[in-house]
């Protein structure tokens, strides 16, 4: 990738905020691409219980028209949403596809299919950034966090992966996460100590409650960013191609359009979409369920601009100290 072209369209989407336009001067920086939106979890605070749309896999054909719609200008993308990636049959291809292109790819995973013919595959597939939800030091508190999952062979997993990047050339950043909540707060550092002693990165996670959605404890806001940075800089794509506004939709609504019938362009600054700028800009997101109670992200307009996409994650999820942090969609 050419990074001066992919700063000089940062500085278009920063500027476009900063006047606020409802029609972007740039094209997104990030994307979040929903692979599949199967999961074999009922976590408390995810809210893929209350999910009614479809389950399905996000076919080839679509996935590498996304990717070839979205350059030069994509700096960074996450091969995940409401949904388990590594058990997409061709997770790996999708990866190689987008790195071939230029594109810095990431994913979550709960690591319950984590088994060594996936690590293979994610090794081998050039994948940028992984972050392994695991969210609990013992076995109590991982079946309270991740109801379904095997506290004993999700970690095994995980030690296994760690031993399979150590024995094969990568440039693979893997991060272990803990989702601080009220069961697993006391384990905060035995956590971190154990996973930095099998040479992972820790990230210590603020947890968050998809703006309301999902009756889960979180830091109260006193502040609303409006305009949120959201619209302004990425898309969330689920695996039918339905584009809606950030992570935090998980049902399909609101919908910006569909990658099925419209490209990219035509979506990003669409009639949906520039109205769903506009209520931002003019403070009126009451009627957009899912900004009513989400505080916001906002935009800092300088640090966006000199800090690529995946540089901006990697600061964050790579810190040594044990401070709870947001994390990036």
Request: glycine content about 6%; some cysteine; overall charge neutral.
């Amino acid at each position: 990738m050419d990074f001066s072209l992919s700063r000089d369209n940062r500085q278009r989407l920063a500027q476009g905020h900063a006047e606020r336009r409802t029609r972007s001067l740039g094209r997104p920086a990030h994307l979040k691409i929903e692979l599949t939106n199967y999961c074999n979890l009922a976590c408390p605070f995810c809210p893929h219980h209350k999910m009614k749309r479809k389950v399905g896999f996000m076919d080839a054909p679509l996935f590498r028209r996304i990717i070839d719609q979205a350059m030069p200008d994509l700096e960074f993308v996450y091969l995940h949403h409401l949904g388990e990636s590594l058990v997409h049959p061709r997770v790996g291809e999708f990866i190689a596809y987008a790195k071939a292109a230029g594109v810095r790819t990431g994913l979550s995973t709960n690591a319950n299919f984590l088994d060594r013919r996936r690590g293979d595959v994610l090794l081998q597939s050039g994948l940028d950034f992984l972050v392994i939800s695991l969210d609990a030091a013992t076995e109590t508190s991982y079946g309270q966090m991740r109801v379904g999952g095997d506290f004993f062979s999700t970690q095994k997993n995980v030690e296994t992966f760690l031993k399979q990047q150590r024995a094969q050339p990568n440039e693979l950043v893997v991060v272990v996460q803990l989702i601080v909540s009220e069961c697993n707060r006391d384990e905060i550092g035995e956590f971190a100590r154990e996973w930095r002693e099998r040479g992972a990165n820790v990230m210590i996670k603020q947890a968050r409650d998809f703006a309301g959605q999902v009756n889960w404890p979180v830091a109260q806001t006193q502040h609303k960013a409006l305009p949120c940075r959201m619209p302004f800089s990425e898309l969330t794509i689920l695996w039918d191609g339905r584009v809606v506004p950030c992570a935090n939709v998980f049902e399909g609504e609101p919908s910006l359009g569909s990658l099925q019938t419209e490209s990219l362009d035509e979506i990003w600054n669409g009639e949906a979409m520039q109205t769903f700028r506009k209520a931002h800009i003019s403070g009126c997101v009451g009627n957009i369920a899912v900004c009513r109670r989400c505080p916001g992200h906002e935009f800092v307009y300088e640090d966006f601009v000199a800090v690529d996409q995946f540089e901006q994650r990697l600061r964050l999820y790579r810190r040594d100290d044990l401070a709870r942090r947001p994390g990036l969609s």
